[in-house]
């Protein structure tokens, strides 16, 4: 329903074996290790190195998630660049027990904003799995407008969330203010003091240290945010790679098993 959302909601890292398994049992470490402060997972988005997914990583992760999830809500995130596909794994994740899916812009340089709404729009016709949007553009390509987002909020039934990671907190801010009634995560760790009025908190550093993410979004101080930054700076949070280095740190605590990325793993 719209609105449920809020919080810390995690996208989580995916952990696999040094041959690119998922690996159930890091996968159950890390929920155990993060359940009782946040108020959501979402695997396979992109600190989970959703993109770089096959279509057996992609179901073994959100099955594991939604097995261990024990009553949080697991939304399924997809990066795929076109509507046909996204439908097709949406259809997954709802066969899978997932309770949402989260859904990256469509990919390419051709892509309108009119085609962002055409896409989000097919999805819901398709099926009635809510949506949550992922306003980001490094991966696809293409950030959603405000004017498109207000238009999307209003249009489209069963929107429950956005992730905001256009990297703009002014642009959150408003989006926040517009009183569209579906919740406003921000995407970045460093812009959260200046966000203001937010939902909630999606990034990376929710694998690592929640209870951080949480005391931000209750008091949002400058000198709170300098604690963040400093923490980010210290595990690889604002590094490019940055799943990498949250992957290095969690193996290093003993959360997970490996650290493998996506494309060290070796053919089996
Ligand atoms: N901060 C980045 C990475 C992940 O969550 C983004 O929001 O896109």
């Known amino acids: 329903m719209p609105g449920t959302y809020s919080g810390t909601v995690v996208p989580l890292i995916t952990p696999f074996d040094e041959h690119g398994v998922v690996d159930e049992p890091s996968v159950v470490r890390l929920l155990d290790h993060i359940r009782t402060e946040v108020n959501g997972f979402m695997p396979a988005l992109t600190s989970g190195e959703g993109w770089k997914l096959d279509a057996r990583q992609w179901q073994d992760v959100v099955t594991y998630t939604v097995r261990h999830a024990g009553g949080l809500p697991v939304l399924a995130g997809i990066q795929l660049p076109d509507t046909d596909a996204v439908i097709d794994r949406a259809r997954t994740a709802a066969a899978i027990g997932a309770d949402a899916v989260v859904v990256t812009t469509p990919f390419g340089a051709e892509v309108t904003q009119d085609g962002i709404v055409e896409h989000y729009k097919a999805i819901r016709a398709a099926l009635d799995i809510p949506i949550f949007l992922y306003n ?90 300098a604690e963040i930054n400093t923490v980010c700076e210290r595990y690889g949070v604002f590094k490019d790679d940055w799943y990498r280095w949250v992957k290095k740190e969690l193996h290093r605590r003993g959360v997970i098993s490996s650290p493998t990325v996506h494309e060290e793993a070796k053919a089996a």
């Open 136 to 225: 980001e553009e490094a991966l696809s390509g293409n950030r959603i407008e405000f004017d498109t987002l207000i238009r999307i909020c209003k249009e489209i039934p069963g929107i429950v969330g956005i992730k905001e990671s256009s990297g703009d907190a002014a642009f959150t801010r408003n989006m926040a203010e517009a009183g569209t009634g579906i919740p406003v995560f921000e995407g970045w760790e460093n812009l959260l003091v200046d966000a203001r009025g937010i939902d909630g908190f999606i990034g990376p550093l929710a694998n690592l240290e929640p209870s951080l993410c949480n005391a931000m979004l209750v008091d949002p101080t400058p000198d709170r945010q």
